[in-house]
């Protein structure tokens, strides 16, 4: 454990972070994006996107078929989105953690999807938040995003 912890002291990463429509419409968008910045990670890239279908295509690539997939697509062209890089030492699992788990009911208090999110029925997707799972995830989405 040590030694990991000393192999990932040096790993500064970026991450693509979304408010999903959800948030935005909301109002959680600056909530959500201060907590990012309380846990102490830079804004380096922000703006409000209307995301195009072909846009979303490509960000949920490795989803396309799913069941899920389409309502997916559907729920994150129904307004805009707010994306951001956040910069910092493992931001990409710091971002998940602050996340938490993907289904909003279940998440833990004090996460981000935990705090704000629940069950609103079918819509398991609306969920507040995306973060990129990996360091090749976060390149590929961030050239996806801000280009
Ligand atoms: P993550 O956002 O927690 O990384 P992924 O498995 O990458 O979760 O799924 C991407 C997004 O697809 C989720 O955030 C959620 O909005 C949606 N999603 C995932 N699984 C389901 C499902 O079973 N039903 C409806 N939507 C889902």
């Known amino acids: 454990q040590a030694k990991r912890i000393e192999e990932s002291y040096v790993s500064v990463e970026r991450t693509l972070v979304l408010v999903k429509p959800d948030g935005v ?16 990670y830079k804004l380096v890239q922000l703006k409000l996107v209307d995301a195009t279908r072909e846009l979303l295509e490509r960000h949920y690539e490795e989803h396309v078929g799913k069941p899920f997939y389409e309502p997916l697509v559907e729920f994150m062209l129904s307004g805009p989105t707010a994306a951001a890089v956040f910069e910092g030492n493992r931001v990409i699992e710091g971002f998940r953690s602050l996340a938490g788990t993907t289904e909003p009911t279940l998440a833990a208090p004090g996460t981000i999807r935990g705090d704000f999110g629940r069950d609103w029925g079918l819509k398991v997707q609306q969920n507040l938040v995306h973060g990129s799972d990996s360091p090749e995830s976060a390149e590929r989405e961030i050239g996806i995003w801000f280009g």
């Open 25 to 40: 419409a909301r109002g959680l968008t600056g909530t959500i994006l201060a907590r990012v910045e309380a846990k102490g």
